[in-house]
């Protein structure tokens, strides 16, 4: 009987209190709390970095079509054009991305219109918020 009144008291000794638990959780959270708006923070600020350094890489392979074209894609055409010759298009010579054509960081097309309002083209994406306009992380970002 000895032997098993020590084991109980040596297993009581070795646990947590339930104060103990909570005082840990209460620690846990205080800081993922603090840590985790800085975190999302950092992402929302690369994924605007990423979506322009897409329309970058987007607004080379357009330079590219045009080179070969002698223009660049119609609206109607779009960004498809980089990666499959338009109809009747015989000086095509893509395609023109390695890769494939990408969605922005939010997992959207990016928009193209030929000729832009901005510019001779607009190639843009709306932004996290996917509507015009916006500001922050659902501003509106193109090559303007």
Known sequence: MRKHSER?????QRGFTLLELLVVM??????????AP????????AEVKTTR????SLE???DAYRLDVGSYPSTE???AALMQRPSGETRWSGPYLKKGLPNDPWGRPYQYKQPGEHGELD???FGKDG???GTGEAEDLGNW
Do not use: E, M, R, W
């Open 77 to 79: 055409a779009g960004l």
């Open 53 to 56: 350094a897409q329309i970058d």
């Open 60 to 62: 080379k392979a357009l």
């Open 38 to 45: 800085k975190f999302f923070a950092h992402i929302g600020k």
């Open 123 to 125: 190639l843009f994406s």
């Open 26 to 35: 209460v620690i846990i959270g205080l800081l993922a709390g603090y840590v």
């Open 131 to 133: 509507q015009p306009g």
């Open 8 to 12: 109980s008291n040596q297993v009581k």
